[in-house]
């Protein structure tokens, strides 16, 4: 991922975190910012690279935004009525999965005439996930 892409991507995640720990104490409402932030993250980094999505890629992207969405519905629903715990983990579900989703895009473009990229591993996001940590420290 380039460092134009991975900013992006982090700006992004760290927005819908914040939005999500913020309108927690509501349960689903982060949905209405974090849905729409996701949408935008895939076509800024399209509009980055001068490309298009493909069919595809696009109904792999739906698939992702909105099962994230129904990941952070079911843990607000459950862990939402724990005060603290609640907010962290929306915040937390929100930056994974736009984190997930940018990562995605990303190896979308970087091959738009063939197939998409299959779903990333968990190894996959561990890895960007461990990429914010070992940037900062060089």
Request: proline share 6%; net charge neutral; glycine share 8%.
């Amino acid at each position: 991922m380039k460092l134009g892409a991975r900013l992006t991507t982090h700006a992004f995640s760290a927005g819908a975190a914040g939005i999500s720990f913020i309108v927690q104490p509501l349960p689903g409402s982060d949905q209405l910012f974090v849905i729409p932030i996701q949408y935008l993250l895939a076509a800024s980094l399209a509009k980055e690279r001068g490309s298009s999505l493909s069919k595809e890629a696009w109904s792999s992207i739906h698939q992702i935004i909105w099962g994230g969405g129904a990941l952070r519905l079911m843990l607000g629903l459950t862990l939402g009525l724990i005060p603290l715990a609640g907010a962290v983990t929306n915040a937390t579900t929100a930056f994974v999965t736009t984190e997930y989703l940018g990562h995605y895009v990303d190896r979308a473009l970087d091959n738009p005439e063939d197939k998409p990229p299959p779903a990333l591993s968990i190894q996959d996001i561990l890895d960007a996930i461990t990429s914010l940590f070992t940037a900062r420290a060089r």
